[in-house]
């Protein structure tokens, strides 16, 4: 997972690049996050950076923007670039890292982007093995919950203590492959699989590794049964839930050792063609994983961009 992130981050090298994070409204989540910064770093401003930082540092590792602006009203979602105060120096964010947090978070990096008008700085954190890492400021430990920045409980921090030994487990998607279906049912498109990998990036076995898949509703997407388990069961559970989040597919328990990934459900899946646009702007679904020993884990999925803009043109 840190390797995907650092990548998106190596990737974004002018304005033209935040924009399009914009234009694209890629939404705040576990390992994005954007803070407005047009106005001077006071001392509470600095105190929330240490938080989201040390939290980035206990998750799975993050990027932080700093002068991008958020709706008021759907706070995850990017709506301007601000800037930054001329006053928020670079210096200012590396005495923050390194004095504010403990222990010392190893390879973050940082650069500012820049144009004519406008400065943007932007943070990498990776994924930390020497953690939980404290907020000094705050005398608290932080990890990511979805999109925010919370504060550990404290069964939560002698788990972080306890990682260096742990299962460290992560769901990752397969970008959607070769038609499934030569003759689409009126409206729909073909048939696409999707596989569903879980891989062990921990120092410990995963035990009794389960978990489960929330899917769109049946307006948006059309699951084939042709579905493959490889090995592994797979219960499709429909009830009154599936009117608002979709059909859920849970994961029966298995052991994964570490380093090791597993491919246990492969589904086919059809889009209508009336709301294709909903996916560029939303996840495609939820997952969430746990394991013996295991801080529960969970994460969406977006569909990648270009498989979108191949199904709005088929």
Known sequence: ??????????????????????DDEERESVTL????????WNHTAKTKIARHISAFANSEGGILVFGVECDEQD??????????????????LDRIVTAAIRPEIKGWERKKISDDHRDVLLVYIPASDAGPHQSMKHKQYFHRSGAQS???EHYLVQRYFGRHFSPLLNIEVTAPGGLRAMYPKKDWTHYYPIQF?????????????????VLPTSQYVSTSHAATYFNTQV????????????????IISRDIHPGASYCFFELAVAFHRHHIDRFAKMPFLDWEIFAEGMIPQKGQYSLPKEF???LKNS
């Open 1 to 22: 997972m840190s390797d995907s992130i650092k990548s998106f981050y190596d990737s974004i090298q002018s304005i033209a690049d935040i924009q399009q994070l914009i």
């Open 33 to 40: 996050d954007y803070k407005q910064a047009d106005r001077r």
């Open 75 to 92: 706070k995850d979602r990017p709506v301007s670039i601000k800037g930054l105060h001329p006053q928020n120096a670079v210096e200012d």
């Open 150 to 152: 919370i504060a550990m």
């Open 197 to 213: 990998v879980i891989r062990n990036n921990g120092k410990g076995n995963a035990n009794g590794c389960s978990g489960h898949l």
């Open 235 to 250: 219960e499709q559970t429909r009830s009154w839930e599936e009117k608002v989040s979709g059909p859920h597919y849970f």
């Open 308 to 310: 979108i803009a191949m």
